[in-house]
């Protein structure tokens, strides 16, 4: 009837045991793993927050390069229409002087749109690379701030060094 019925002193002594083990457990392992919790959980927000500031800042990229394409658009139509105006205006002055003015007008201005063109284009070419290397740097901090990425780096390094010889 003993172990239906057990005595106050093991009620005692189980109580006074648990309540260690969990202060003990509160102390030394709860706090540290709550912890934990809490920076991977701050780590993985900054790290969404990151990612969706990337994006927006690609599609401002995109609508600035729509926009730079639209004025270098509307820019060609305006250098067209002034060679015409002025292919017009000359043409009324003399038919082989117009000619002559009217074509060289017209390859200066192909050319000026050519380089203007050719600048946008580098323009742009350097604002993608620098956003490029951007994105590049923030993706090898996060891989490499981590000893075992650093490792792996290392390892896949001498490899590709080792099958080139």
Same mark, same amino acid.
């Not at 969990?22 to 709550?34: D, H, T």
């Not at 900054?46 to 390069?65: F, G, I, N, T, Y």
């Given at each position: 009837?003993?172990?239906?019925?057990?005595?106050?002193?093991?009620?005692?002594?189980?109580?006074?045991?648990?309540?260690?083990?969990?202060?003990?457990?509160?102390?030394?392992?709860?706090?540290?793993?709550?912890?934990?919790? &809490? /920076? #991977?959980?701050?780590?993985? *927000?900054?790290? %969404?927050?990151?990612? +969706?500031? =990337?994006?927006?800042?690609?599609?401002?990229?995109?609508?600035?390069?729509?926009?730079?394409?639209?004025?270098?658009?509307?820019?060609?139509?305006?250098?067209?229409?002034?060679?015409?105006?002025?292919?017009?205006?000359?043409?009324?002055?003399?038919?082989?002087?117009?000619?002559?003015? &009217? /074509? #060289?007008?017209?390859?200066? *201005?192909?050319? %000026?749109?050519?380089? +203007?063109? =050719?600048?946008?284009?580098?323009?742009?070419?350097?604002?993608?690379?620098?956003?490029?290397?951007?994105?590049?740097?923030?993706?090898?901090?996060?891989?490499?701030?981590?000893?075992?990425?650093?490792?792996?780096?290392?390892?896949?390094?001498?490899?590709?060094?080792?099958?080139?010889?």
């Amino acid at each position: 009837m003993d172990l239906i019925t057990p005595g106050f002193g093991i009620i005692f002594w189980q109580t006074v045991t648990l309540l260690v083990v969990i202060f003990v457990l509160g102390k030394f392992a709860w706090k540290p793993i709550l912890h934990l919790l &809490s /920076e #991977r959980e701050h780590h993985i *927000a900054k790290s %969404l927050q990151d990612a +969706e500031e =990337a994006k927006d800042m690609v599609a401002r990229m995109k609508e600035e390069h729509k926009q730079m394409l639209d004025r270098i658009a509307e820019e060609e139509k305006t250098i067209v229409l002034e060679a015409i105006n002025s292919k017009n205006a000359i043409i009324e002055s003399a038919v082989k002087e117009a000619k002559q003015v &009217s /074509e #060289r007008m017209l390859k200066q *201005a192909q050319e %000026l749109i050519a380089r +203007e063109k =050719a600048l946008a284009f580098d323009q742009l070419k350097q604002d993608v690379a620098h956003l490029s290397i951007q994105v590049a740097e923030k993706l090898l901090r996060q891989e490499l701030s981590t000893q075992a990425g650093q490792e792996a780096l290392v390892k896949k390094l001498v490899e590709e060094t080792n099958c080139r010889c």
